[in-house]
Each structure stands twice: as C-alpha cells, then as structure tokens.
C-alpha cells in the first residue's frame, strides 16, 4: 500500500500544463500579456484557442465554466466581444504571425449560427497568417449538431473534430443528464466525413454514476464500431463544491477507487484489442493517426488542451477564461463572461492573472512532459540540455522516486526514469515528484 502524500492523494493535477493554473497570480496582468505578446518571435508558428462557453444543456458531470441559453442572442453578444479581442490581440503581436493549430472549445463551439462560425474563422484568416495545413479542430455535442453546421466546418476549412460520447449506457446517460442514441452520434459523424472532417476523436469516461465494467467495455465496443481515429479516456472527478452542477450527480452511485480502475482498465483492454495504440496517460489512437505517429517519432506534446502533435510553443487564448502560453509565461483570462466582456469593450485585454516562468520551471516543465507523454525521462539529458545540474532535480525527487520502484512502479537508472507499461495509471504521481509546487499554499494575489 502507497504511504506517500501524493501517492494517495487523488486529486493531483493532470500536467497539461507546469507550473498549473494553482501557481497562478494576478500579479501577471494585461501589461505582462502585452509585453509578452510584443515580444513573439514574428516567424514562429502559434497554436489559437477559442473558447465558445455556451451550451444548449448542462451535462451534470461538467467542470467546465459554460453557461447554458436557448436563444441565441448571448451568444451573438459574446462573438462580438471575442471579434474585439481578436483585434486587440493581433495589434500587439507581430504582423502576419504563423498560425499552424487553431481549436474551438469550452462549451459546445458548434451552436454557433453557421455564417457566425464562417465569419468567425475568416476574421482569423485576416489577422493572422494560418499555414497551409493548419489544423482547425472544434468540440461537438451530437445532440444539436446539424447538416447546416456540417457544411459551414467545411467552409471554414475544419479538419478534426472532438465527438463528446461519454458513455452509450442509457441509464449512464440519464444519470448525468446527457442522454444521446448510438444513431445520433453516427449521424454527427457521417456528417463530418463528408464534409471533410478526415480526423475524429471520441471522448469517452468512467467513473460515473451507475457504470461498470461491463457498461465501460461496451461504450468502447460500440465507440469502436464507428472507427474514430482517437479517442481520450478521462475519469470523472466529483467536485461538487467547484462545480455547482455536480451536486445533481447521485454521490451513492458513483463507483469505489478500485471500480474506477478496474473500468479503465477494461476500456484500455477493448481499445487496444481493436487496434489502437495507447498514447501517454489517457488517449488512444489509430497507428496512422497523427497522434500515433507523433508519439513514434518522440514529437508527442502536452499541452492545456491535452496530447498533441502540435510542436508550438505559443498558444494565443482567446475568450472568457482562456489560457495562453506566450513565451515568458502563461497568462488567462478574466474567468467571468461579464468582466470578460467590460474588459475587451473598454479596449483592453481581459487577463486577469498568470505566471512568470523560470528557468528551473523550463526544465521541470520538459521531464513532466517526457514522463506524460514516452513514460520515461533522461533526467540528466534534459537538465543538462537547459545547463542545470541534474544532481538538484533527482535529489529533490529521492524520496518519492524511491518508494514507487520499491512498489514497482518505475524502474530508475542513473537518472533515467522509466515507468512500467502496466503502471501508467499513476503517471501523475510519477511526474508530481518534479513538482516544486506541489505541497505550496497557493500565491498572494497583487495586481500590476
């Protein structure tokens, strides 16, 4: 049995990021993200994400900061807003910057009147300079997705898309309030192969309320069915004192530590046994898959939207709050639409707070990402790359490192950390043992 503090804690954070948004300050403000945005390198290529927070209705499992609305006179408002921004950002970064990934997510991004969406990407196209085989990826609900939508992704140059299934379960579905047939979730997809969508994921879950390991395997089997190129497998997290909508989810019904595993581990079972690799932490892919091909060629990234075979490292945000690397740090904004909106409508970027980073981060930053992504890290090879000694590194991670090689966890060897295939379900606790700031009380807050 683990006795460390962070093997047992089961809320450590997924690594999308590090330093993670806890480490944040609004010491970072709209001057920082200025100064930041300013000083991009003109000619290298950035990642854009847009945060659309609406949806048609709340799924009960969300940990998302969306709102619901019915019409869509809210949403038309807040385009208008995230237009402005748009403006504002591409008069302070450099002219004609190289965009090679752009995605839409937040809420459901596809309830956006079809000419908005088209409008929307063309305003884009103007500010920034998007490469030929620029990625353009958008999150789906299949419940409102439509025929109409489906040929404005194709006009607006959409080449992937994100399907959210969940679970195919029935009694799974009512539990969370998201009830969707197997026959709608075809229909998005057919809709989006003619139109050109060429790659697909699913995003799949356990944990939740009333599934077992036989509902999990037959989600996967009946995901499978329909061919989609990835698919990410994430648990549940309960946080009901977050999220206000997660106290409709019944808490007796939600499955033990030890169930969560055994449906993960069913659905890994199921995905592989059809043929699809399995990607760091969570993701599985087709072996011809972008992603696959990414983790082969040890090209495979993290970033706050999850695996990626994007290799930027800017990422511009755009919207209520999104969250952007630019260069010396991250930066996010104003979290509320309302402040949101009063920001960008002054004529003003909307950060709210962020994070300057260190050199000792860079490297920190570099294992957890070879660790999240291969399941192993050159420890000394990667210090040694950013001219620290790695002595500092493994010494600070001793203890940790130590008593999960004893549990059979990893295997470490001069510094080379590998974790054990069948061990991968704690590779967060694995990279926390390079987190400085895992067992800090969070920042002071001063704006600048």
């Known amino acids: 049995m683990f006795t460390s503090t962070r093997c047992s804690n089961a809320n450590l954070p997924w690594y999308t990021i590090y330093p993670t948004v806890q480490e944040f300050s609004s010491e970072i403000g709209t001057k920082a993200c200025e100064e930041w945005l300013r000083d991009l390198p003109p000619d290298d290529a950035v990642s854009l994400y847009l945060h659309i927070p609406f949806c048609r209705s709340m799924c009960w499992y969300c940990g998302f900061p969306t709102s619901t609305t019915r019409q869509d006179t809210s949403i038309l408002n807040y385009l208008a807003i995230l237009g402005e921004e748009i403006r504002l950002v591409a008069e302070q970064a450099p002219r004609s910057l190289p965009v090679s990934d752009v995605h839409f997510g937040g809420g459901t991004p596809t309830i956006i009147p079809p000419g908005k969406f088209i409008t929307l990407m063309e305003l884009l196209r103007g500010r920034f300079a998007f490469k030929k085989a620029a990625a353009v990826a958008v999150e789906i609900d299949p419940r409102t997705f439509t025929p109409e939508m489906g040929e404005a992704l194709e006009i607006a140059g959409v080449n992937r898309a994100s399907v959210g299934v969940q679970s195919f379960d029935p009694i799974v579905q009512k539990a969370i309030n998201r009830v969707q047939s197997q026959a709608q979730v075809m229909a998005a997809v057919q809709n989006l192969r003619v139109h050109g969508v060429d790659s697909i994921n699913f995003d799949l879950m356990f944990g939740l309320p009333h599934q077992t390991v036989q509902s999990c395997a037959e989600s996967a089997m009946a995901a499978v069915a329909m061919r989609p190129d990835r698919l990410a497998v994430f648990g549940y997290a309960h946080v009901p004192f977050y999220r206000k909508n997660q106290r409709l989810i019944e808490e007796a019904a939600l499955p033990d530590m030890a169930s969560r595993a055994e449906q993960a581990s069913a659905m890994a079972d199921t995905l592989v046994a059809a043929g699809y690799l399995q990607i760091g932490l969570d993701h599985f892919a087709l072996p011809n898959d ?24 800017t990422v511009i945000g755009f919207g209520a709050s999104a969250i952007g690397r630019l260069g010396k740090g991250y930066v996010q904004n104003e979290l509320a639409q309302s402040s949101y909106s009063q920001y960008i409508a002054a004529g003003r970027l909307a950060t709210s707070r962020g994070y300057r980073l260190t050199d000792e981060d860079a490297v920190r930053a570099a294992i957890i990402e070879q660790l999240m992504c291969n399941l192993e890290a050159n420890v000394p090879a990667i210090c040694l790359a950013h001219g620290f000694d790695p002595i500092h590194f493994l010494r600070s991670a001793e203890q940790e490192l130590g008593m999960l090689a004893a549990n059979g966890i990893l295997d470490i060897d001069n510094g080379f950390v590998r974790v054990r295939q069948d061990s991968r379900f704690v590779l967060r606790t694995v990279a926390s043992a390079f987190d400085a700031y895992i067992n800090r009380p969070p920042p002071s807050s001063s704006k600048q």
């Open 290 to 313: 972008k992603l696959a091909m990414a983790q082969r060629s040890g090209h495979l990234r993290r970033n706050s939207l999850g695996y990626s075979a994007d290799t930027c490292e």
